[in-house]
């Protein structure tokens, strides 16, 4: 039977629901192997007892917060060389893709960024072109390395990981760099953009009012997005930008108010099962991708909408 | 410091791209311009040696250089050339038949060759190419170089050796860094690139724009461009265009029409 490894992605000791996606994709392919890299791991272990996960694997010796992502593309590099799996998954944020990135300089094998899909025979799907092209890839040389992107699979619970073991390791090579502070993210309650099913977003036709977008998300248990346009002008954080350019997404359902609908925008969300547009202007390009639109003033729309949701859960 | 910018000719993002019979990206049939993400690195190697230069000013007598770095076609030095304009100094196109079809490793290989050939200290990049969109070159030069990798900077400072940046993680606002040399890419929020000025472009024209090929770098084409390519594609299909949805115009019952859409669809 071959093992696959998936790193184990957290923040500030929460575990991702992208983990649970990975160990998924890995079960199609074989025994799947834990990789915890982070000074977390007491809290991380018992958040992994839900997930079809046959092992774990916690790298020590290492200030992995400190040094970032080159530490954790060796330490990976000593998993791979200590289990030869079949291939290494890994979640598809920017650090991901990093970690990904340097671990296949070290191991010498391809990697393919944002799949999002993967079969047993470690066939990768990717939507590309701003989703209007999907294909399908493969790694020709060495042991594959996949980052997978948030919500892309229905993540199926499991019994947790059998057994666990401890690896230490030296880093001394170091990427140099320093993490000198960090102001942790100020937490909105909101799920994480890239892992919500439900995205409600706003663009320039806020004109830099977010309540009415923000309510509907509430009342939706929805995350909240932005166009560049609105986080350009400051009125939300560039963390929050959907696009070419900020967050690839692809939720059960997105909801966009004030949004043209540019092409660098559909590029980060063409690929969402239902997509609802409200927008004053009937010629906007965001109406070409939408199943349901609405011609009208967000600022109207948006409330009553909030209001029917409400009333729908009561 | 000596600076290199590497930067990318990619198709225009507003064109609608599609694949070619050999599984790569069609280029031919649409305009090529210069990443507008790298446009961001160049203002920024600009703004630094302006800010650390006796004179405030780019070139000879600011005791710094920039070169930019492309891999790429012949046609990639129109892309060079816009930097020049910006107001970096030199340019280095890195063209070989060889190089066809090079995936993100091989990519990483040849420009890291390049900046070590080169002796230059700080490395600037965007955060992505428009077309590959991996997002994954910055980091694999900081593995292959042994540089320290500052990413996704949306502010860049330097004292003395010491470069520092602030950057937004999913972990919060993070301040990090590092001593030269130092892989840098920097996000779009960082500054507004400037452009050319016509005195840039007429100067532009007398700068120096150098092509290496494989032989110069010393690579063998065994280890680039599309035999040494280490993912493949198999196949590509169009996504099928999203059929036209439902359309109204709002007449104050839109919202109501929109949640008995949504409880439809079992969203709400
Ligand atoms: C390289 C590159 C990368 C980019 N990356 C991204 C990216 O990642 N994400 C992104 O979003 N953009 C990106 N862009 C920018 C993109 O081209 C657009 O400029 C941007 O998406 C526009 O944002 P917007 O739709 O909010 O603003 P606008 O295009 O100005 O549209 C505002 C819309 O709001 C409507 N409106 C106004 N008032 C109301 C109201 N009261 N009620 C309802 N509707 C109203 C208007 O009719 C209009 O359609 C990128 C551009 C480039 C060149
Ligand atoms: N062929 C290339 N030549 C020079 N620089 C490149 C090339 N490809 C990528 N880069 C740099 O790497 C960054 C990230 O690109 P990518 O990893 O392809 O998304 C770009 O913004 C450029 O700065």
Known sequence: ?314 | MKIAVCIKQVPDSWAQKKMGADQRLDRESVDAVLNDLDEYAIESALALVEANSPTGEVGEGSGHSITVISMGPERASEALRKALSMGADDAILINDPGLAGSDALATSKVLAQAITAGGYDLVLCGTESTDARMSVIPAMLAERLGFAQLTFAGKVGVSGRTMTITRQTEFGVEEMSADLPAVISVVEKINEPRYPSFKGIMASKKKPLVTQTLSDLGISPSDVGSSAAWSAVKDSLPRPPRGAGIKIVDDGSAGSQLVAFLAERKLV
């Open chain 1, 1 to 314: 039977m071959s093992t696959v490894l998936i790193l184990v992605d957290s923040v500030g000791g929460k575990v991702s629901k992208s983990t649970a996606e990975l160990a998924t994709f890995g079960k199609r392919i074989g025994d799947v192997v834990a990789v915890i890299c982070s000074s977390d791991s007491a809290a991380i272990l018992p958040q992994l007892n839900t997930l079809s996960i046959d092992k774990t694997i916690t790298c020590t010796g290492v200030d992995f917060e400190k040094f970032s992502t080159g530490a954790v593309a060796a330490a990976l590099a000593s998993v791979v060389a200590k289990e030869s799996p079949a291939a290494v998954l890994i979640a598809s944020s920017a650090r991901g893709k990093e970690i990904a990135g340097r671990l296949a300089v070290r191991i010498d094998s391809g990697v393919i960024t944002d799949a999002i899909d993967l079969d047993s025979e470690i066939i990768a799907t990717q939507s590309i072109f701003g989703g209007s092209t999907t294909v399908h890839s493969i790694v020709t040389h060495g042991t594959p390395i996949i980052t997978m992107r948030g919500n892309s699979i229905e993540a199926i619970a499991g019994s947790g990981p059998a057994g666990a073991e401890d690896f230490a390791l030296t880093y001394t090579d170091g990427d140099r760099a320093a993490v000198l502070s960090l102001a942790p993210a100020k937490k909105s309650g909101r799920p994480e953009l890239t892992e919500a099913s439900i995205i409600v977003s706003g663009g320039k036709g806020t004109d830099g009012n977010f309540t009415p977008v923000e309510e509907l998300a509430d009342a939706l248990g929805a995350a909240v997005g932005a166009s560049r346009a609105a986080t350009d002008a400051g009125w939300y954080p560039h963390s929050f930008q959907v696009g070419q350019t900020g967050k690839t997404v692809s939720p059960q359902l997105y909801i966009a108010a004030g949004i043209s609908g540019a092409i660098q925008h559909r590029a980060g969300m063409q690929t969402s099962k239902t997509i609802v547009a409200i927008n004053k202007d009937p010629e906007a390009p965001i109406f070409d991708v939408a199943d349901f639109g609405v011609v009208g003033d967000l600022f109207a729309v948006l409330p009553q909408v909030r209001d029917g949701v409400i009333a729908k859960k009561s």
